[in-house]
C-alpha cells in the first residue's frame, strides 16, 4: 500500500494569531513536501481551489518547485479541475513536471467540489458532467498520442497539431477522482483508470458498493486485472497520542468546515461530531501511529483492498511545526506498519 498527503495549501485566519503571508504558507508547503520525501512517504499532491482561503490555484507549479528539491516521492494533482481546464495545456504542464522529476508527476482528475472555477473560465455550471466527460476524452486522446485529430463541443478543434513535450514516463498516470456519484465510478472502470475515492466523513464501508461497482465495470471492459488500484483520499493527521492530534487537528477543521457549510446551508459543525468521525468506524484517520495504522488496515478491509491512501491534513498547517512532525510520523511509523500488515490484490 501506498501512503501521502495531499494539501490545499490553506491559509486560514482564524486558527492563528500569526497568520502567515501567502509566501510564507508556500515555503511551509515546500518544506512538507521535502520532509514527505525524506520520511519515505510514497506520494505528494496539490488540490486546485481558485478561493481566497487555498493557495493552490496553479499545483502543477507548486509541484515543479517541489520536484526539484525531492529524489523519490510522486508529484501529483489532488484534483485538476479538468472541466474548467484546457486538456492540452494540462498535459503540457504535467508532461514538463514528469521531465523536471524524471518519472515522478501523476495527475488526478475531477469536477471539483466547489463550482468557482466555471464562472472564473468563462464557462456553465450547467455543462458540468458534458464538460468533464468530453475534456476526459481529449487527454486521453492526448496521452495516447502526440499528434492528435479531434473534434468536440466546447474547445477548438484539433487537425493533427503535435502536442508537447512528451513525458519522461511512457505513459503519464492519469487517476479518476470521484466523490460519491456511481457513474463517476463506473466511468473510471470502463475508462481503465486508477479510481481515488474522496472520503471525508461518514464511514468507509459504505462506499464498498461504489468500489465493487468500479471494479465490476472494470472487468466488463476486459482491462487487465493487474492494472486496477484503488485509492483513497481522507482527513488525516497523526500525533504522539490520539489526544494531541485530535487537538491540533480540530480547529482548523472546525473554521474550514463551518465556513463551507455556511455557503451551503449546512448548520456548523461541533467537537462531538469531530469526535465520532475520528473514532471507531469513523472516515477520519487522526491518531497516534498505532491508531491510524490500525484504521488503514480497517478501511483497506472495508472496501476490498485499497492500493494508496492520501491524508488530507491542510486543516492543521497553522501549526508548521506539528504538520511537520505528522509527516515526519506517518513515513517513519504508520507507513512500515501498515506496509508489513495489510496485503493488497489492487
Given amino acids: 500500500m501506498e501512503i501521502g498527503i495531499d494539501s490545499f495549501a490553506a491559509i486560514m485566519s482564524g486558527t492563528s494569531a500569526d497568520t502567515l503571508s501567502p509566501a510564507g504558507r508556500i515555503a511551509n508547503l515546500i518544506e512538507e513536501i521535502e520532509t514527505a520525501d525524506r520520511c519515505g512517504l510514497d506520494v505528494f499532491g496539490i488540490g486546485e481551489h481558485h478561493r481566497p482561503e487555498f493557495l493552490d490555484s496553479a499545483p502543477a507549479i507548486i509541484l515543479a518547485a517541489a520536484a526539484a528539491r525531492t ?31 524524471k518519472g515522478r508527476a501523476e495527475i488526478v482528475v475531477g469536477r471539483g467540489s466547489f463550482g468557482e472555477a466555471y464562472p472564473l473560465f468563462g464557462l456553465r455550471f450547467e455543462d458540468y458532467d458534458a464538460l468533464f466527460a468530453e475534456k476526459l476524452q481529449l487527454l486521453l486522446e492526448i496521452r495516447a498520442n502526440d499528434k492528435v485529430h479531434w473534434s468536440g463541443k466546447f474547445r477548438p478543434e484539433l487537425s493533427g497539431q503535435g502536442i508537447y513535450p512528451r513525458p519522461y514516463q511512457a505513459e503519464l498516470p492519469i487517476w479518476l477522482g470521484v466523490g460519491g456519484t456511481r457513474q463517476s465510478f463506473a466511468r473510471a472502470g470502463l475508462l481503465g483508470l486508477p479510481l481515488m475515492v474522496a472520503i471525508i466523513g461518514g464511514e468507509f464501508r459504505r462506499f464498498r458498493p461504489l468500489v465493487d461497482l468500479y471494479r465490476e465495470a472494470w472487468r466488463r471492459a476486459g482491462h487487465p486485472p493487474e492494472n486496477q488500484r484503488v485509492g483513497v483520499h481522507a482527513l488525516g493527521f497523526v500525533a504522539k497520542s490520539s489526544a494531541e492530534a485530535r487537538d491540533a487537528f480540530f480547529p482548523g477543521w472546525s473554521d474550514m468546515f463551518t465556513e463551507i457549510g455556511r455557503e ?4 456548523p459543525v461541533t467537537r462531538a461530531q469531530f469526535e465520532a468521525q475520528c473514532g471507531p468506524g469513523g472516515a477520519f484517520l487522526i491518531g497516534d501511529p498505532e491508531t491510524v495504522a490500525r484504521k488503514l488496515h480497517e478501511a483497506s478491509d472495508d472496501l476490498g483492498g485499497v492500493s494508496r491512501f492520501t491524508f488530507q491534513m491542510s486543516s492543521a498547517s497553522t501549526d508548521h511545526q506539528a504538520m511537520l512532525k505528522s509527516i515526519e510520523l506517518l513515513g517513519t511509523q504508520v507507513a512500515p506498519i501498515v506496509r508489513e500488515s495489510v496485503s493488497v490484490n489492487p
Fill in 264 to 267: 451551503r446551508g449546512w448548520p
Fill in 71 to 101: 529524489k523519490s516521492i510522486r508529484l501529483t494533482s489532488a484534483v485538476t479541475v479538468l472541466s474548467a481546464a484546457d486538456p492540452v495545456r494540462v498535459f503540457q504542464e504535467f508532461a514538463t513536471l514528469d521531465l523536471i522529476s
